[in-house]
């Protein structure tokens, strides 16, 4: 075991669709599962845009690491 699985971006869709709200916890339930497939022993989530994501990112158990101004995520262990 080892490494990361790091997740770039998510965008949201401004228009009205039936998976509104459902997406991100797909898309990061998806991102683990693969993440533990390939033994990545952490998902990395890159360059949250404010704050609010940050909050909402840490709901689903998710730490926000900051390492300076340009570098900082939140991370998920899996191990």
């Avoid at 009205?16 to 033994?39: F, M, V």
């Avoid at 940050?54 to 340009?70: I, L």
Wanted: proline share 5%; hydrophobic share 40%; net charge positive.
């Amino acid at each position: 075991m080892g490494g990361h699985l790091r997740l770039d971006f998510a965008e949201a869709n401004p228009s009205e669709n039936p998976l509104k709200g459902r997406i991100i916890p797909i898309i990061l339930s998806a991102g683990e599962l693969y993440a533990s497939i390939i033994g990545a022993s952490e998902i990395r989530l890159i360059d949250p845009i404010d704050s609010k994501l940050v909050n909402y990112y840490s709901s689903f158990g998710y730490r926000y690491v900051s390492h300076n101004v340009k570098k900082h995520y939140l991370v998920k262990d899996l191990t």
